[in-house]
């Protein structure tokens, strides 16, 4: 993979898990655009160490635990008008507040990410002189991510 800019991404979201967790079950979702992105912070698997301290050796081993794919505070410019922003709100407290949420990731390359989680918060900011209205999303990943190539 080329390196690339953020420049491009965008974001889209679907209150529905696909009924497969792989590309051809994320891709056979009909997804809609969240406006007004303005961060998508980092997010992917992070394994758990457990340790292990047999008294015989006086040395600690590590092993791999349960894995976490994450969580993401997203940076929104708060439009109420925006779909994809009433999707997300609606998976705070709305209709589909117990809703796992399936979400695309498109990169400027053409590449895809997808996984699915819950929305946990849909926060408003009102910012202060010289700023735009603002809102953050927390969202907890519950799926492996699906990395999709570039065509």
Known sequence: MAKT????????????????FDEAGYAALSYTEVGEVIDLPEYGPNVQVVESNPLATGITEKFKGFINYGSQSMGLEFDSADAGQQILAAGVEGATKNQQHAVKVLFQDGSVDYYSCRIFSY?????????????????????????????
């Open 5 to 20: 800019t953020s420049t491009g991404t965008r974001l889209y979201v679907v209150a529905a898990d696909p009924a497969t």
């Open 123 to 151: 926060t408003k900011a009102p910012g202060s002189a010289n700023s735009m209205v603002g809102s953050t999303v927390q969202v907890e990943i519950n799926t492996p991510i699906v990395r999709v190539a570039a065509p």
